[in-house]
C-alpha cells in the first residue's frame, strides 16, 4: 500500500500531480488523461482531493503491474503512472 504523504498539482499542466511518498525520494508524475477527465461529473477540487484514493484504487486494481514507489523505479515525465475516471468512483 502506498503511503502518500501529499500530493500538489503541477504547474502549468491541468491533468497533472506530483504524489509524494513516503520513504521515495523523488514524486510520482501521475495524470488523468483530459479524455478521461471529461467523462467525470466531479469539480477539479474534488478531483484534487479524491487523487491519493484513486492512486490507491489503481494500485489495488494492477496488483500484477509494479507502481513505481520504489527508488528501483522511475517514471519518466513523458510516461507519468495513469489514473482514470474508474478509480475515483466508488
Known amino acids: 500500500m502506498l503511503q ?16 509524494h511518498v513516503h520513504g521515495r525520494e523523488k514524486p ?3 495524470e488523468l488523461p483530459p479524455e478521461e477527465r471529461q467523462n467525470l461529473d466531479m469539480s477539479d477540487q474534488d478531483i484534487h482531493n479524491l487523487l491519493p484514493t484513486a492512486l ?9 503491474d509494479t ?10 515525465w513523458d ?11 466508488a
Do not use: S
Open 4 to 19: 502518500i504523504t501529499h500530493h500538489e498539482k503541477v504547474p502549468g499542466h491541468p491533468h497533472r500531480w506530483h504524489v
Open 28 to 30: 510520482i508524475v501521475v
Open 56 to 64: 490507491q484504487r489503481r494500485e489495488e486494481d494492477n496488483r500484477d
Open 67 to 76: 507502481l513505481p514507489n520504489d527508488d528501483d523505479q522511475d517514471v519518466a
Open 79 to 89: 510516461a507519468p503512472v495513469r489514473v482514470y475516471q474508474t478509480h475515483f468512483m
